[in-house]
């Protein structure tokens, strides 16, 4: 979503809340495609990304963040939660994502956080095409406004796209006055090849079950683009041998079906024929091993 109309007003927004309650939807949503990986299994999102929207003189830096949970746990949960909290730091306006009627412990440990920051904040009721009577949301709403600390309450449905036009509205009122920030065609900071891992990550996430999909990490070993096709090697990463077999599959299946549905998001993306090689490896305990961490791309941001 861009158009030619001079920037006047920009920032950074930071989309955060506990997990699953849609921000990766919601981002996509926003930015009018899809940058963000999605899955119905919490914790999908590890990495900060940016997904940017200029249009109507108003350039909105989204930044899309794992979802804030108490638990430290593993290495890898650590640095979620690092990552997250942090994406509150230096922002121009916070949008907290709860989902519908639903309040929980973890919903309230992200309000304290926004609260904190001190940032101007507006609060987003995602999912509302799950709640029937839409009555049912009026304890939520109260609740929200009730905090004292929301400019803001904007219930919306990010898989659908209802009221998600109205909370860009909100957001470019809210937003300082300012020249661009990226350039005006630029959608998002993040390389083709980390997109392309991340595509295999999501069929990995959405097709494994149990621990699984938290155990799995990809690599981009190379990406070579020539006229008319795009060649691309990727290794997934798993904890112990066992897991390699789950993730290949009976006779390759497994493999072949992520490998197959992650090429044809992978031909969307970049709009051109693509092949797609996957490796499965092991590399033991990374999920709790810091310095396996950042050679696996996890660094502090």
Not at 11 to 19: D, K, L, Q, S, T
Not at 31 to 43: E, F, H, N, R
Not at 124 to 142: G, H, M, R, S, T
Not at 242 to 264: W, Y
Request: glycine fraction near 10%; charge should be neutral; charged fraction near 25%.
């Amino acid at each position: 979503m861009t158009d030619t109309t001079p920037v006047e007003r920009a920032g950074y927004v930071a989309i955060v809340g506990r997990p699953n309650v849609g921000k990766s939807t919601l981002i996509n949503r926003l930015v009018g495609q899809k940058l963000a990986i999605t899955s119905p299994k919490p914790q999908t999102t590890r990495h900060r990304l940016l997904g940017i929207r200029s249009e109507g003189g108003v350039q909105a830096v989204f930044v899309d963040t794992p979802g804030i949970h108490p638990g430290q746990g593993r290495a890898l949960n650590r640095y979620l939660n690092r990552t997250a909290t942090g994406a509150l730091e230096g922002v121009d306006l916070a949008l907290m994502v709860v989902q519908g009627t639903h309040w929980t412990a973890d919903d309230q440990r992200v309000l304290e956080l926004v609260k904190a920051s001190g940032r101007p904040a507006v609060a987003v009721v995602n999912k509302i095409d799950l709640v029937p009577d839409k009555a049912a949301l009026l304890p939520q709403l109260e609740r929200l406004g009730a905090q004292g600390c929301f400019t803001e309450i904007v219930p919306v449905s990010a898989r659908k796209g209802s009221n998600v036009e109205r909370l860009m509205q909100v957001v470019g009122r809210l937003l300082p006055a300012g020249e661009e920030l990226f350039p005006q065609d630029q959608v998002t900071d993040r390389t083709l090849s980390f997109m392309a891992a991340e595509l295999v990550r999501e069929k990995l996430m959405r097709h494994l079950h149990q621990e699984l999909p938290y155990v799995c990490t990809v690599g981009i070993e190379s990406f070579d683009e020539q006229p008319g096709r795009t060649e691309i090697s990727a290794i997934i990463w798993v904890e112990r041998p066992s897991h390699k077999g789950i993730v290949i599959g009976k006779g390759g299946a497994m493999l072949k079906q992520v490998g197959s549905e992650a090429r044809a998001d992978l031909e969307k993306l970049l709009e051109t024929h693509v092949f797609l090689q996957l490796v499965v490896r092991e590399k033991s305990g990374w999920t709790d091993d810091d310095v396996a961490l950042r050679t696996l791309g996890y660094q502090s941001e």
